[in-house]
């Protein structure tokens, strides 16, 4: 007849361990009944002076000789004690991240990360993803690809819209003669410097004109200067505000 054997370690709640704080004979374990923590005894050091077994634990100091190397840590937090770790260390606290990286990991901002970048060229915030603003940067042997954008002609005309900065409009209103208006800066705020490539597409001529012409005003050698066209299909031309209101086209105007 076989025998069952039932194994029982030593168990009390976190707070009983704390209060009674016994000495764990050598291999012997206790387990926290409130929290599923463990320690295993060397038989001389208390209980609330033992590390836990496995689970997590509170960084507070760093000892020479550990396989950590350094001095007193500037702050504490929780690491895994189930897996090695390994941190190196250049003297008082954790610093061979760089300085500003404790910053960033606990704030990732932009600014943030830039304290911590020592190898970066010129300055301001770093900037990722789409559409990031970059201001007197040098860009070598760069290759730009503006947005191609085909604009619907509502009525013989089409009115820039403030997403048709830096793009390419590949505009055609059929065979029908066409306009391109370009509004004032109250009704649409493009930034002064904004340039927006027209190429005529359709044999319809196309005329570029402001929308508000007491308003607005147009510049180009065209034979109508505040109003200039493209000069045929496939001409094009380039609208380049230059003022709050003022805009020069310059191209294949007639």
């Known amino acids: 007849m076989a025998v069952v054997t039932q194994i029982q370690v030593r168990r009390g709640t976190a707070a009983q361990w704390t209060s009674t704080n016994p000495t764990l004979a050598a291999g012997e374990w206790g387990f926290e009944s409130d929290t599923g923590k463990a320690k295993i005894g060397n ?5 609330n002076s033992l590390s836990y077994f496995g689970g ?8 020479a000789g550990t396989g950590l190397s350094g001095g ?57 993803g789409t559409s990031p ?11 730009i690809r503006q947005p191609l954008v085909t604009p619907s002609f509502s009525a013989n005309a089409y009115t820039l819209q403030l997403t048709d900065q830096g793009d390419i409009l590949l505009a055609s209103n059929g065979s029908t003669a066409g306009t391109i208006n370009i509004p004032t800066n109250g009704s649409v705020a493009f930034p002064t410097g904004t340039q927006i490539t027209i190429i005529q597409t359709g044999s319809g001529q196309l005329t570029i004109q402001a929308t508000t012409p007491a308003t607005t005003t147009i510049n180009s050698t065209g034979a109508t200067a505040t109003a200039p066209k493209l000069r045929a299909q496939n001409s094009s031309a380039t ?10 086209v310059v191209g294949d105007i007639a």
Not at 242 to 248: N, P
């Open 72 to 128: 007193t840590i500037t702050g504490s937090g929780t690491i895994s004690l189930s897996t090695p770790v390994s941190v190196a260390n250049g003297g008082t606290g954790i610093t061979s991240f760089g300085t500003g990286v404790a910053t960033w990991l606990g704030t990732p901002s932009s600014a943030n990360l830039a304290a911590a970048v020592t190898d970066e060229t010129g300055s301001g915030a770093l900037v990722f």
């Open 133 to 143: 603003t970059i201001s007197g940067g040098t860009f070598a042997d760069a290759v």
């Open 43 to 47: 038989g001389s050091t208390a209980w």
């Open 239 to 248: 609208c380049i505000k230059t003022g709050t209101d003022t805009w020069y």
């Open 56 to 63: 997590t634990g509170t960084v507070t100091s760093v000892t």
